[in-house]
Nanobody, 120 residues
Framework: VQLQASGGGLVQAGGSLRLSCAASGGTLRSYGLAWFRQAPGKEREFVSAISGSGDTTLYADSGKGRFTISRDNAKNTVYLQMNSLKPDDTAVYYC??????????????WGQGTLVTVSS
């Protein structure tokens, strides 16, 4: 499966962004989908994930209450709505997929990243 992320940009602290990730080359409903991020000088970290049916979602503590993951299987797209953004959210955000949701924190497929910059 191929993944294409978009929606990054420059936003002021307290603002919002919605990231999108379009998938192709597979039956999207069969895949768990996730977002990761990598800040400058830091390791890539898990942000959020959603199961193939959309019934189960996972969030890192850093995004709980501020980020919402969703998916539209008809459009083969997963979204990450990010509200109340902080400068610490500045990172390159990656979408990822795995056919085994229990394995979503070490996914088999990765997309390219989209840069989110939050100014103070």
């Amino acid at each position: 499966v191929q993944l294409q992320a978009s929606g990054g940009g420059l936003v002021q602290a307290g603002g919002s962004l919605r990231l999108s990730c379009a998938a192709s080359g597979g039956t999207l409903r069969s895949y768990g989908l996730a977002w990761f991020r990598q800040a400058p000088g830091k390791e890539r970290e898990f942000v959020s994930a959603i199961s193939g049916s959309g019934d189960t979602t996972l969030y890192a503590d850093s995004g709980k209450g501020r980020f919402t993951i969703s998916r539209d299987n008809a459009k083969n797209t997963v979204y990450l709505q990010m509200n109340s953004l902080k400068p610490d959210d500045t990172a390159v955000y990656y979408c990822a997929a795995d056919r085994r949701f229990y394995n979503i924190r070490t996914p088999e497929y990765w997309g390219q990243g989209t840069l989110v910059t939050v100014s103070s």
